[in-house]
């Protein structure tokens, strides 16, 4: 017989999920067949799967050790086992800063060049360091990996700087997936663009850049058009708020720099509207070209970065977030960009 405990990061699931997490390599038609024949119970009583576990729950299986091997997830096939510990100290030293931590949430500072997700087998992730930093700290187990991975809520391309919101525990994970699926999470950019940023002739305030999006598979590229496109099924209706901050005027051209609010949250969208009125962002080599300014200060990455987050006002659970404002600082190369265009300012 195995006996198991539910944690706080594995509450809130289904009963036959976790199952079918624990015994991966068993068919659900096992799984169901068990727990009809009260093989497998949930506080010793006969359980039907669709139970929502809570913390505390005590699962039951009356299987062989040999049988439990066979059907549990193993360490050479995509298992829990073999992740890398990362202290604070190796967080700190790939500037990967911890911004906000508690219970069920933690919010990263990523800095460009680190992938939100894994694009193939092998890569590291934001996920991979943060269960290797749950890891180090003793957060998390890696048998407690079998049944609830923690991870990533939020995604931002590779060269995207900026807030990653990531939850330890599983309600953790479903609130944030909850309020970025709503829009609820207010979401806010900072990034320098080329030329002085306008829009229908206005300079100044809040204005607001609205289409729709297409993605090209192909290239990987998106393109955001003021109506939809004839024959490629296009529907989805991206919005994103503007806001100039400052234009900087350095060896006779114009950059703006711009506070972004992203309304709806599509890939590359912010990159592909501001590049399709004119003002890719500087860096941006997908969506943009190379200006005088990234060629002088060797800038390999789009100047864009995710600095600001306000989570909704809220009851319940999570009514501690209510509210809550978390700023992440730009990355060094950003704050040195804008220093030079600061003290090359002829206005």
Not at 101 to 111: A, Q, R, S, T
Not at 284 to 312: C, T, W
Request: aromatic residues 8%; proline residues 3%; glycine residues 8%.
């Amino acid at each position: 017989m195995k006996e198991f405990e539910i944690r706080e990061n594995e509450a809130g699931q289904r009963f036959d999920k976790y199952l079918g997490k624990l015994l991966s390599k068993a068919p659900m038609s096992f799984v169901y067949k068990m727990l009809r024949k009260k093989n497998f119970t949930l506080n010793e009583k006969k359980a039907g799967g669709n139970e929502i576990l809570q913390k505390g729950d005590k699962i039951r299986l009356f299987l062989s050790d040999e049988t439990f091997e066979k059907f549990c997830r193993g360490t050479n096939d995509g298992g829990a086992k073999g992740f890398h510990s990362y202290s604070k100290k190796d967080l700190e030293a790939l500037n990967l800063d911890i911004v906000y931590e508690d219970e069920h949430i933690l919010v990263f500072n990523k800095p460009s060049g680190i992938l939100s997700q894994r694009a193939e087998k092998g890569d590291v992730s934001v996920n991979e360091y943060l269960i290797g930093y749950l890891l180090s700290e003793k957060l998390l187990t890696e048998e407690m990996l079998t049944t609830f991975r923690p991870a990533a809520a939020n995604r931002l391309d590779r060269n995207t700087s900026g807030l990653i919101l990531c939850g330890k525990s599983l309600s953790g994970l479903q609130y944030l997936s909850e309020i970025i699926k709503d829009r609820t999470l207010e979401k806010y950019y900072r990034c320098i663009v080329e030329g002085e940023f306008s829009l229908n002739g206005h300079k100044t305030g809040e204005m607001l850049l609205e289409g729709y999006i297409t993605k090209d598979k192909e290239k990987n590229k998106v393109k955001i058009s003021k109506t939809p496109l004839s024959g490629q099924g296009t529907k989805d209706i991206v919005k994103t708020g503007i806001t100039p901050l400052k234009t900087y005027q350095w060896e006779n051209k114009s950059y703006t720099e711009l506070s972004v609010h992203l309304m709806t949250g599509k890939p590359h969208q912010i990159r592909a509207h501001l590049a399709g009125t004119g003002h890719p962002v500087v860096g941006d080599m997908k969506y943009g070209r190379k200006s005088a300014l990234s060629e002088r200060y060797h800038i390999k990455n789009q100047l864009l970065h995710a600095y600001r987050v306000v989570f909704p006002k809220s009851q319940g659970r999570f009514a501690y977030l209510s509210g809550k404002e978390l700023i992440g600082k730009p990355p060094c190369q950003y704050e040195k960009v804008l220093e030079e265009l600061r003290n090359g300012n002829m206005e």
